[in-house]
């Protein structure tokens, strides 16, 4: 109800009255009332005056499902939203939402995360309020065996849904880490929750560095606001995310991964060049030369010999 409210007051050109957003929403004036007061309780800014109404002066700036909600084109990606001002990873608020059956395209988000994760064991940073950080259910019916093509479509969705809304020209490095020239600006975890043959849901779960400064990022990494020198509004960005990615999501679901595939190629950054890979016991080098059907990564070795990877650290050499 709170999301109906504030997108009347949105549409608004000056005072709503209690009285027509009582009839509109077909709740009573109290509840308005009620619904008002929570609102601002949430950091919205919305003056009272009496005989006239209610109008909107500013909305927060935090990932609310009030303003993630407000004019989101998708239709299964967001329809539910769990927010938390603090959680500890909203990988595991997503997990367990999982085993209770939740919905496809459950989102959890924060605004902080206590302990947020990355692959390969790593600390994802999570400063509050600076950027996006939240966790998607998703129940794809495809073989376990090609999971990983989830995270290049997450790769994807991102990476083109930065370029469109803020123009950087984010690039990927194979599988999933979006880049601008050498530093990282966004990383995709994901995890699975499956018996032998069937999966039963995947959490999707994506940081973005939006309005970070210089002094909280690690030096290989960068955010929106270091590249384009201005603050970014992250609900306009997490709501273009969910719209590119819920759009990869059913063309995958029709024709399948080539299409993806080939706008991971166009996206690349990581094809046609030198690299290392490291994984626990060994280290490979060679040319990136393609992706393979799975999503793995194509590398010709120095004694032309081709070999995929499906997993692993890559390093861009040259
Ligand atoms: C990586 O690049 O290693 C992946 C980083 C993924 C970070 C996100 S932030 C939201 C979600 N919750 C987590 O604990 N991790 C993911």
């Not at 059956?101 to 459950?106: I, Q």
């Not at 994506?206 to 990022?217: A, F, H, P, R």
Request: aromatic share 6%; glycine share 8%; hydrophobic share 40%.
């Amino acid at each position: 109800m709170n999301e109906k409210i504030i997108s009347f007051l949105k549409k608004a050109d000056g005072y709503f009255s209690g009285e027509q957003i009582s009839k509109a929403l077909r709740i009573s004036r109290t509840a308005v009332w009620k619904h008002i007061k929570q609102l601002k309780q949430e950091g919205y800014n919305i003056e009272a005056v009496s005989r006239r109404g209610y109008r909107l002066i500013s909305a927060p700036d935090k990932l609310l499902p009030s303003e993630i909600k407000n004019g989101l084109q998708a239709k299964i990606f967001g329809q539910k939203i769990v927010y938390f001002d603090t959680v500890g990873s909203t990988m595991d608020e997503a997990s367990v939402l999982g085993f209770q059956n939740e919905m496809e395209g459950t989102l959890v988000c924060a605004e902080s995360q206590t302990k947020g994760r990355g692959r390969l064991g790593r600390t994802w940073i999570s400063s509050k309020g600076k950027g996006i950080y939240f966790s998607l259910i998703l129940r794809p019916v495809i073989p376990v065996a090609e999971a990983a093509k989830l995270t290049l479509l997450f790769a994807i969705s991102v990476c083109q849904a930065i370029r469109k809304s803020t123009g950087i020209n984010a690039m990927i490095k194979w599988p999933n880490d979006i880049m601008v020239g050498k530093k990282k600006i966004s990383g995709i975890l994901t995890e699975l929750n499956a018996e032998m043959d069937r999966i039963n849901f995947v959490i999707v779960g994506l940081g973005v560095n939006v309005n970070e400064t210089k002094s909280v990022l690690l030096k290989s990494a960068t955010s929106i606001y270091q590249e384009i020198g201005k603050k970014f509004s992250r609900a306009v960005l997490l709501k273009e995310i969910l719209e590119k990615s819920e759009e990869n999501y059913l063309l995958f679901q029709k024709k399948g991964f080539s299409p993806i595939a080939s706008q991971w190629r166009s996206l690349s950054d990581t094809l046609g060049r030198r690299v290392k890979v490291d994984e626990t016991k060994k280290t490979t080098e060679g040319e990136a030369v393609d992706i393979d059907t799975d999503g793995g990564l194509l590398i010709r070795k120095d004694d032309g010999v081709v070999i995929k990877k499906i997993s692993g650290d890559v390093i861009h050499l040259r």
